[in-house]
């Protein structure tokens, strides 16, 4: 009898702990798109007003952004020396450090989209790639801050009635 008591526990535990993380998930999304927009903004400036090189401009973001966004530029720095293909780099960073965002699919689908276009351009054309890249960031931005709130809730709630309905299922 102990030991199904202290299962339960654990049980209980887990799926509340799991429904917190992804609510702690959804709390950070807003942060982290804003902070991409800014590491594009800094992107855009430093490519148009100071004519600086990828690299330039990917040692400058890893320095002045935070975690997790600082370290994916680190890593393109550090290994630069691997690098033939912008694009391809860029879009495998990405996949490496996905799972430290809090991001989605969508803010994935939109910044693989700017990978490929960065370093392909004059600097004006950048520049509208880089504000079309805004903009869809923009969008997301808003979805998240609207349900924010909702999903955490929802979230935390799910994982407190999932671990509940184990247990029942399981006694």
């Known amino acids: 009898m102990i030991v199904q008591w202290i299962g339960a526990v654990i049980i209980l535990t887990v799926t509340t702990w799991t429904g917190f993380d992804i609510a702690s998930r959804f709390r950070k999304r807003p942060g982290q798109i804003r902070q ?81 276009t960065l370093g392909q351009h004059d600097l004006e054309q950048q520049q509208k790639q880089i504000q079309l890249t805004l903009h869809h960031l923009d969008r997301e931005l808003h979805e998240a801050m609207e349900g924010v709130e909702q999903y955490q809730k929802m979230a935390r709630g799910m994982g ?12």
Do not use: Y
């Open 36 to 116: 991409w927009k800014s590491a594009l903004q800094m992107i855009e400036a430093e490519m148009v007003f100071g004519h600086s090189s990828l690299w330039e401009v990917c040692e400058n973001l890893s320095k002045q952004l935070p975690d997790p966004i600082a370290r994916f530029f680190q890593e393109m720095v550090e290994n630069i020396d691997d690098c033939d293909d912008f694009p391809s780099w860029w879009s495998g960073h990405l996949q490496r450090h996905w799972s430290q965002n809090a991001l989605g699919k969508t803010e994935l689908e939109i910044l693989h989209q700017f990978g490929r």
């Open 160 to 171: 407190v009635l999932s671990g509940l309905l184990v247990i029942i299922l399981i006694m």
